[in-house]
């Protein structure tokens, strides 16, 4: 069984700087996906930025970007130039590819941007 | 729609009682999931619908939990002889429906058994 694990329950930065959240997981499969959501206090769950893991390149969205390690199992997010709205829970996800289509969630990091 | 909608947004209940939750998904989106989000933890999948039938129930924690999707867009997902562990916040999404797809997020609906 995959599992996903975020080793920060917490972090805080200050406005306009950078911070990296971190993500491992374990799976025996070689390929799948992974995924950053974004979750305010509105509960909904917003995609910031997927990676599908057959390629080498890091994706990037706009001030996200990840550091995909597929050798370490490690997959970090970086937030550069740091909004108060950026401010929310960040979970970590994993989909294997070919099979059920489910996501399996780590249990998140709590970000405070702080003005 | 323009996105996922959940309805209730909250729903209290007595322990023992029934309850429904219901999930409207994107316009056209074929897939539909249904998550469970305790308080401090990451969502837990429950089951995955593709079309009408559920291609995959085997996140459902027992027989108290059941899901349908008759016409292949709504979902109800509904809870028989609601327990207080039962009380959790309930996430839909729906992704368009080919392999692998970003699933798309509604509000959830949080669930208090009492």
């Known amino acids: 069984a995959q599992t996903v694990t975020q080793s920060q329950p917490e972090m805080s930065v200050q406005e306009a700087e950078t911070v990296t959240l971190s993500c491992t997981y374990d799976?025996?499969?070689?390929?799948?996906?992974l995924f950053w959501y974004k979750q305010p206090p509105s509960r909904q769950m917003i995609l910031v930025i997927r990676?599908?893991?057959?390629?080498?390149q890091n994706a990037t969205e706009n001030r996200f970007s990840v550091n995909f390690q597929k050798a370490a199992k490690s997959f970090s997010l970086k937030i550069s130039d740091s909004q108060l709205g950026d401010t929310a829970m960040y979970f970590c996800?994993?989909?294997?590819?070919?099979?059920?289509?489910?996501?399996?969630f780590g249990k998140g990091t709590k970000l405070t941007v702080n003005p | 729609g323009a996105g996922v909608s959940q309805t209730p947004s909250n729903k209290v209940t007595e322990k023992g009682k029934y309850v429904e939750l219901r999930c409207d998904p994107i316009?056209?989106?074929?897939?539909l999931y249904w998550y469970r989000q305790s308080l401090g933890q990451g969502p837990e999948f429950l089951i995955y619908?593709?079309?009408?039938?559920?291609?995959?129930d085997s996140g459902l924690p027992n027989d108290r939990f059941f899901a349908v999707r008759p016409e292949g867009s709504v979902s109800t997902l509904k809870i028989q002889r609601t327990e207080r562990g039962d009380s959790a916040v309930y996430l839909c999404?729906?992704?368009?429906?080919?392999?692998?797809?970003?699933?798309?997020f509604g509000p959830g609906t949080r669930l208090l058994v009492l």
């Open positions: 996800a994993f989909m294997t590819q070919g099979g059920s289509e489910k996501l399996v």
């Open positions: 316009s056209g989106h074929t897939a």
């Open positions: 799976t025996s499969e070689n390929n799948y996906y």
């Open positions: 999404a729906s992704s368009p429906g080919t392999a692998q797809e970003t699933q798309y």
């Open positions: 990676q599908e893991a057959y390629k080498q």
């Open positions: 619908f593709q079309g009408t039938g559920a291609a995959d």
